[in-house]
């Protein structure tokens, strides 16, 4: 599938990197309006890892996460930036589970745009 169609051209700022991702599983927020489905893209915003601290915030679409040869779409719940982790749950609250990632050679996108 081509993902670089165009159809999120018009969301992107200049001079930032952004991929798209399509989704594998459902991620769901409990919140209908955000819910991303499987199947759907989401327009991804890298973040610098420089802005990790003051970005890693709750986003209503989630983040990608891309670590250790996997991709992870999830919210993140805690970063320490000293130890370099971030703290992520499963979108879909019927399944749990807190998951912890060191942030060596680790990637993240912050979900701007979802199109199913």
Known sequence: ????????????????????FEATTEGMNAAALYDVKQKDLMLCRELNPADWEKELKKNKRGFVIVANNQIFHRDITGYDPVKKIISCESRNKEKSGILQLKLEYTQIFEVEKVSG
């Not at 670089?4 to 991929?19: A, C, L």
């Open 1 to 20: 599938m081509n993902y670089d169609s165009g159809v999120f051209d018009q969301f992107k700022e200049p001079g930032r990197n952004y991929q798209i």
